[in-house]
């Protein structure tokens, strides 16, 4: 058996694509927004100014102002959070677990600001609480000069915006929690391969300083230490062995 260190190839399920997919929508929505807001907070902060320049509240001329400061921030922070949703989508799509993580939590806070954004439109809180028959202008004075300086779309669209967002948003972690997902984006184990019929297994390196295995006929052999050869041992004869004519011995009787 034979182990192989490669891994599968994942594929994607198309909820991750979609949820993805819902990620860059919030992002485009967060995008178009803070176009909005730039192209109509100074007329909201005119409006403002307008509104409390006849206050005699503490602080009221600094009111605008600080609309100002607090709307653009704020626009300008959910930008950013959605671009690093935006990025934490691309993350996704390759099955970073980590990335997902991090969606749920940056994802979970950015739920809140929309949702609480919208509350608070429909709830009518563009006020600074200033009361009916005191120094500052009503709630109504002031929804009325803002509706007079801003143009007649800008509050639908941004409701529509926060709305599409919103329901962008919540889909897109939904779909990363569902078992499809977990499965996605669970670490892959390596795969077992069997072996091929007939395919040949390395060797073993020898280690150093070992004696090689004999060599097989008609391969060369070792060269020689270069001690010197030891001569062979002298010849015995044996008894049925007879001498040779040219030396001397005795000779065998005559039979005649």
Do not use: H
């Amino acid at each position: 058996m034979v182990d192989s260190q490669s891994t599968p190839a994942r594929q994607r399920p198309s909820i991750v694509s979609i949820s993805s997919y819902l990620l860059f929508l919030f992002l485009a929505c967060q995008v178009i927004s803070l176009i909005i807001t730039l192209s109509t907070i100074g007329k909201t902060r005119e409006a403002l100014r307008d509104a409390y320049a006849d206050s005699t509240v503490e602080g009221a001329d600094q009111v605008a102002d600080v609309f100002f400061a607090v709307g653009l921030g704020s626009s300008v922070l959910l930008l950013l959070l959605a671009i690093v949703l935006g990025v934490l989508a691309l993350f996704n799509n390759q099955g970073r677990n980590g990335a997902r993580i991090t969606t749920w939590i940056v994802g979970g806070i950015m739920v809140c600001c929309t949702g609480g954004g919208l509350l608070s439109g429909a709830a009518g809180s563009l006020t600074t609480g200033g009361e009916t028959g005191s120094n500052g202008p009503s709630s109504e004075e002031v929804q009325r000069r803002l509706e007079e300086a801003l143009p007649s779309w800008v509050t639908p669209v941004s409701v529509l915006l926060g709305v599409i967002s919103l329901i962008a948003l919540l889909a897109a972690l939904i779909l990363l929690a569902l078992p499809k997902a977990n499965a996605f984006f669970r670490k892959p184990t390596a795969a077992w391969e069997p072996p091929t019929p007939g395919a040949s297994y390395p060797g073993y390196p020898q280690a150093p300083g070992q004696p090689g295995y004999p060599q097989s006929a008609g391969e060369p052999g070792y060269p020689s230490s270069g001690e010197p050869s030891y001569p062979p041992p002298p010849a015995t004869n044996r008894p049925d062995d007879t001498p040779p004519a040219d030396r001397p011995g005795s000779t065998p009787p005559s039979t005649s």
